[in-house]
């Protein structure tokens, strides 16, 4: 059973936005998502943010973003950033939930969820919205979809991509942390993390390594973790022995500079042969290690064979900050 955490809902997160000054709030106030944030250069009209597509001119307190990536828009509201809308999780979909994470914030603060696809973003609902900053990328596909359409964009408001290379909720956060202006937050959340982690890591007996990490877009296409990845880096922090068959094989990321690498099912056999696998499909939760267990070639590795085959909620491969949290929670009651 995986742990849930809600937006602002655990002790560490309260003490972490408390100590932030959002909104001209003392810690004593109750945190409004809707608020716009704040930081020494309050007064400051405009900032000035490197980006790899240059420096961009944004608002120096931003009232109005729009969050063209669905697995950005947490770290937003963690900031403190007025969100009026944000993508859904997947592409070409009609319509969109907000994630259980920052749901009650996202209803608080009155997002808009938009719809998008491989091509594009919706232009003309994104502009009704009356942004002041937008901020895409990340990633995977959104940040595909971000730099192809950044002009387009920016034809509406300033608008900040997240580059694929930031891979981490961390370098994520330290990015979109100088482009809000809300530096101050930054560093409180990665210390209530890696208190955590250090928690977690000192009560848990590790299944046998190394271990690696497998998730599935269909039933007969598989991908493992590269050591690029936030997941790979995660099961490190916490002691679990991630898997280097990706640097052992030489093996490329499915798309230049991914974190993940394509594994053929003749290739399972060989690659995937580590002592204990973690199982969970991509953007859904069709793949389990019950149902992956019942195919023939996956049934007869080491992990399977010996009982250390664990599920992972679907969006561990890229999980932001809450869903990092979850993960680790996850992680200690396999494992604690």
Known sequence: MFSRRTLLSSAALSTVIAGVGLAGCSSADPVDPTAPATSVDQAVATRVVPTAQGEITVPGTPQRVVMLNYALTGLAFHLGVPVVGATTEASDV???????????????????????????????EIAALDPDLIVAG????PWVVATDNHDRLSQIAPTVIVD???????EQLEFMAQAFGTEEAAPQLVTAFEDRIAEVRAAITPPPGPVLAVTFSEPTKPYGFMPNSSLWQLFDQLGLDPSTVAEDEGLEPYTPGGDMFEMSMEKVGELA?????????????????????KDPIF?????FSNGHAYDLPNWAFRADYDQTLAVIDHIAELFG
């Not at 694929?164 to 961390?170: A, E, I, M, R």
């Not at 049934?299 to 992990?303: E, H, I, N, Q, T």
């Open 94 to 124: 009609a319509t969109g939930e907000p994630s259980e994470f920052w749901a009650e914030a996202a209803e608080t603060a009155g997002t808009t969820m938009l719809t998008w696809t491989v091509d594009g973003f919706a232009m003309e």
């Open 138 to 141: 990340g990633v995977g596909l």
């Open 164 to 170: 694929k290379s930031l891979t981490t909720w961390q």
């Open 273 to 293: 042969d580590q002592p204990s696998l973690f199982v969970c499909g991509f953007l859904n939760n069709a793949a389990t290690v019950e149902s992956v267990g």
């Open 299 to 303: 049934s007869r590795l080491p992990s």
